[in-house]
């Protein structure tokens, strides 16, 4: 079935720093890649589509300058949190669209705490 | 605006008997809905969907129904195993299994009791 790997699985860096986050599709191509943020006993809230070879489409209200998206080929997205602050700690998933019965294939997420 | 609910935060189920787990939506452009579940720490898992044109959708223990008229469906797993203990997420998107939007209910924590 379809597979996507999620990079790292945890993280935690000072206050200020950058973070990536990698994603990809390991035996299908995905054209569109999703990112979700998930907080403590919340939904997962879409933050930005991420599409390859244009620029990505953010959700209201999250910044883009923040959370800086490259779809750099079919089979990667990555999902760089700029100057992380400690209100950025949380669980981010990716997902790629695959066969369009089976759904949504989900990343194993991350979780990111700024300390 | 909520536009898919999961109303019940939890619900324990003995081992054995069958658990329901219910979605609300008020978009009535939704239509097509997803079931995924998700253990702690991980990425959610794909259980099971629905396209509007159909009121049931049945793999192995898990039944999905969907009633159009009440914005309502719900997930039948029967029989319950300790394994199905986990956070069930309901989803919904307009445009069909094509669209790439997916909006979530906040989601269910099953706890299947041995």
């Known amino acids: 079935g379809a597979v996507v790997s999620q990079h790292p699985s945890r993280v935690i860096c000072k206050s200020g720093t950058s973070v990536k986050i990698e994603c990809r599709s390991l035996d299908f191509q995905a054209t569109t890649m999703f990112w979700y943020r998930q907080f403590p006993k919340q939904s997962l809230m879409l933050m930005a589509t991420?599409?390859?070879?244009?620029?990505?489409?953010?959700e209201q209200g999250v910044e883009k300058d923040k959370f800086l998206i490259n779809h750099a080929s079919l089979t990667l997205s990555t999902l760089t949190v700029a100057s992380a602050h400690p209100e950025d700690s949380s669980f981010y998933i990716c997902?790629?669209?695959?066969?369009?019965?089976?759904?949504?294939?989900f990343g194993s997420g991350t979780r990111l705490t700024v300390v | 605006d909520q536009q898919v609910k999961q109303n019940s935060p939890s619900l324990s189920v003995q081992e054995g008997r069958i658990s329901i787990l219910n979605c609300d939506y008020t978009n009535s452009m939704f239509d097509y809905f997803l079931w995924y579940k998700k253990y702690p720490a991980e990425g959610p898992t794909f259980l099971i969907s629905?396209?509007?044109?159909?009121d049931k959708n049945e793999d192995g223990r898990f039944t999905v129904f969907l009633n159009k008229s009440a914005k309502h469906l719900s997930l039948h797993i029967v029989p319950s195993q300790p394994g199905d203990s986990a956070v069930y997420f309901c989803a919904a998107s307009a445009g069909g299994a094509g669209s790439y939007q997916l909006t979530f209910g906040k989601g269910t924590k099953l706890s299947v009791i041995p």
């Open positions: 629905i396209s509007s044109i159909k």
């Open positions: 991420s599409n390859e070879g244009s620029k990505a489409t953010y």
């Open positions: 997902s790629a669209r695959a066969r369009a019965e089976r759904g949504y294939t």
